[in-house]
């Protein structure tokens, strides 16, 4: 029988607020056994750029990483926000340690390719790079089992790395669904995105309208009367990818409720 292992991805925005921060590296260090830490940290890299005079440019919610925009989000992710999670672990008994995509080869992608949008009545169509942005093709799950094994907690950067000596800024959704996919075969894997809502909602201004449980056929639906639509939709299909790929439960709750009981679960 495999060891029970958490992955819990938190938010750029739960991680820049001292106070929920606290309260999740808390409620982290609470859970019994193996766990992983992956973290956002977007809002804090655009107040960094803004800072060093470096214009954020985004396209549909996602951000477009030029060469100048690396360098901030390399900074700020795998230094900044990582390491400081790291240290406040370490000072509530977690041994923790800090890893982008880079670090042993943990996971590897490649240059996400120019994507063309369809035209609308106002624009043609047109070709948007996304720059130094990294899709996943693989995840060390053997290197990352044997650290978890000798009680070590990694905590994952959204930053990942091509092979050829490019760091690539990669999703932090996606890094969490990978990171579960490629510990599945070692763990019996729960993956939990925490973030602002308590969940899934019916309606997005309730934040009693969680939805208790979604299966495919339910998020095509929703999906298609608009119930569910912006964000929430690729953070539904890479759980609905991690339980296809054998991670046994995906939960998508509050950050003030990571114990696995709150949400809701993708089924």
């Known amino acids: 029988m495999k060891e029970q292992l958490y992955v819990i991805k938190v938010g750029g925005a739960v991680v820049e607020d001292e106070e929920q921060l606290a309260q999740l ?8 056994g193996h766990k992983v830490l992956v973290h956002g940290g977007g809002r804090k890299a655009t107040k960094t750029a803004e ?21 901030v989000v390399t900074m700020v992710y795998g230094g900044l926000v990582n390491k400081n999670i790291v240290a406040r672990l370490q000072a509530i008994g977690i041994n923790a340690i800090g890893l982008t995509g880079a670090d042993a080869d943990v996971i590897r992608s490649h240059k996400r390719p120019p994507v063309q949008c369809a035209a609308t009545e106002s624009q043609p169509v047109t070709t948007i790079d996304f720059g130094f942005v990294g899709d996943v093709d693989t995840a060390n799950g053997s290197l990352l089992s044997k650290l978890i094994s000798e009680g070590v907690t990694p905590v994952m950067a959204p930053l990942t790395h091509d092979g ?8 932090a959704d996606t890094i969490a669904g990978e990171t579960a996919k490629a510990l599945a075969p070692f763990f019996d894997v729960t993956l939990i995105f925490a973030f602002e809502k308590p969940g899934v909602l019916r309606n997005a201004d309730d934040d009693t309208s969680v939805i208790p449980t979604i299966t ?31 991670v046994q439960r995906v939960i998508i709750t509050g950050a003030t409720a990571i114990d696995g009981n709150h949400g809701t679960t993708i089924c």
């Open 51 to 71: 800072r060093l005079g470096i214009e954020t440019k985004m396209v549909n919610g996602r951000r477009i990483t030029d060469e100048a925009m690396l360098e």
């Open 164 to 171: 050829q000596g490019h760091i690539l800024n990669t999703n």
């Open 25 to 32: 590296l808390k409620d982290f260090a609470a859970i019994d």
């Open 216 to 246: 495919r056929e339910d998020f095509e639906r929703y999906k298609a009367d608009g119930t569910i639509s912006g964000g929430m939709l690729p953070k539904i299909e890479n759980a609905l990818a991690a339980i296809n790929a054998g």
